[in-house]
């Protein structure tokens, strides 16, 4: 079982860039989230997603954009990258169900915006 | 809103030391989940335990312990005799609110550093 993956691990991009960061799980879990992680500011809400074809937004989705096509990934676009949005981005899943509320994090990917 | 504050930004210990990361949380849910993760050097977030708002038993795993009390609202995770390996970012985590229990707030984290 590979359970959460992420790639890249490690991504430079110019202002003004777009990319996608890419999630996929193997466990056929239908709640997954992204979240940023900055230094001194724990780990943030950005999207998530209840299921296919449903997301919502977290705490800081400004710059950001995700659709959830299929149970297993949920990709996460920034349109326009800015220097603000370096940091370090987690894919997280949990099964939705009662006593699967774990949610199960991906080793992250690393991006700084030049 | 929810809210999880770990007061505790750095915590230094000696090995052997016995450690306490304390955790306050807010919620006007009746039904939540708390959670510990552990975020070593190399970046990733493990899981440690899960406790749900009914349940408010100790825990005891081999050298961690965790003590939830819903009357202070605090979810405290204790070391016990603590080692290098030890060493590491812990986030306390809540689940519920607007979301349901498909996302977390975490708390900023407690960075403890352990030596020999």
């Known amino acids: 079982n590979a359970g959460v993956t992420q790639t890249p691990k490690f991504q430079v991009l110019k202002t003004g860039q777009s990319m996608t960061l890419q999630c996929a799980q193997d466990m056929n879990h239908e709640y997954m989230s992204w979240y940023r992680q900055d230094p001194g500011m724990g780990l943030r809400l950005i999207h998530y997603s209840v299921g296919a074809g449903i997301t919502d937004q977290g705490e800081v989705p400004n710059g950001y954009n995700v659709s959830r096509s299929t149970t297993e990934d949920f990709p996460l676009r920034l349109l326009s990258a800015a220097p603000s949005q370096t940091s370090v981005y987690f894919c997280a899943s949990s099964g939705g169900g009662m006593g699967q509320e774990t949610q199960y994090f991906g080793p992250g990917t690393r991006l700084l915006v030049l | 809103a929810q809210k999880v504050t770990q007061a505790q930004t750095e915590i230094s210990v000696v090995e052997k030391e016995d450690v306490t990361l304390d955790c306050v949380y807010e919620?006007?849910?009746?039904?939540?989940?708390l959670f510990w993760y552990k975020q070593p050097p190399s970046g990733e977030l493990v899981f440690l335990i899960r406790?749900?708002?009914?349940?408010?038993q100790n825990e005891i795993s081999g050298r961690y312990s965790w003590n939830f009390q819903k009357s202070t609202s605090s979810f405290n995770f204790t070391i016990t005799a603590s080692q290098v390996v030890d060493s590491a970012v812990y986030f306390c985590a809540l689940s519920g609110g607007n979301s349901g229990y498909s996302t977390l707030t975490f708390g900023k984290g407690t960075m403890l550093l352990v030596s020999p």
């Open positions: 406790r749900n708002s009914f349940d408010e």
């Open positions: 919620t006007r849910d009746t039904t939540y989940y």
